[in-house]
């Protein structure tokens, strides 16, 4: 799955540059870009599923009883979408209004209320990033312990925090390196 991943990012990396430099979509090619490499990482990963030999049973093609619970997850499915969706708009009004109120008082002080603004954007899109993220490892340890395995339950917390401890010294890395950029 490594490969898979890594390859679908060298895709996007080749992607992103023909779509920006070498068309006429700009910036907006990067758009095409994500959307290209998605697909191909998934179209990857369903290869992969599909060969390998570990995941001979985890695929097991489609049944009658695999389309039994489908009201069920509709139930449980539509209110955790109106929440989410409630929450990206009552934070986007917030950053929204922000912006305004900014841009009344220090209009002439451009540069400051840009500065503002990208503080307020990335604190957004940080705060539902590492809401989401922690979400993850959560269901995963539910599961197992939910299983009866604590000791499967006790490794998916430490990978999980171990990929946590990566992420923030690559980001501290990044940040440190190009603070002069």
């Not at 912006?99 to 540069?111: F, M, P, T």
């Amino acid at each position: 799955m490594i490969v898979t991943t890594g390859s679908a990012i060298l895709v996007h990396l080749l992607l992103c540059w023909l779509h920006v430099y070498k068309t006429s979509l700009g910036y907006r090619g990067v758009v095409v870009a994500i959307s290209i490499s998605y697909w191909i990482n998934a179209l990857l990963l369903a290869i992969y599923i599909r060969v390998s030999p570990s995941c001979i049973h985890t695929w097991t093609r489609f049944s009658k009883e695999a389309f039994h619970r489908i009201p069920n997850f509709i139930r449980l499915s539509i209110p955790s979408a109106i929440m989410i969706r409630t929450l990206n708009r009552a934070c986007a009004y917030v950053v929204r209004k922000n912006r305004i109120s900014y841009a009344k008082v220090i209009s002439e002080k451009w540069k400051l209320l840009f500065m503002v603004d990208s503080i307020n954007l990335n604190f957004y899109s940080g705060r539902v990033t590492f809401s989401f993220s922690l979400s993850f490892p959560v269901t995963r340890v539910s599961n197992q312990l939910g299983a009866g395995q604590p000791r499967l339950a006790r490794l998916a917390v430490g990978v999980s925090l171990c990929i946590v401890v990566a992420e923030g010294v690559v980001v501290a890395a990044v940040l440190i390196l190009g603070r002069t950029v």
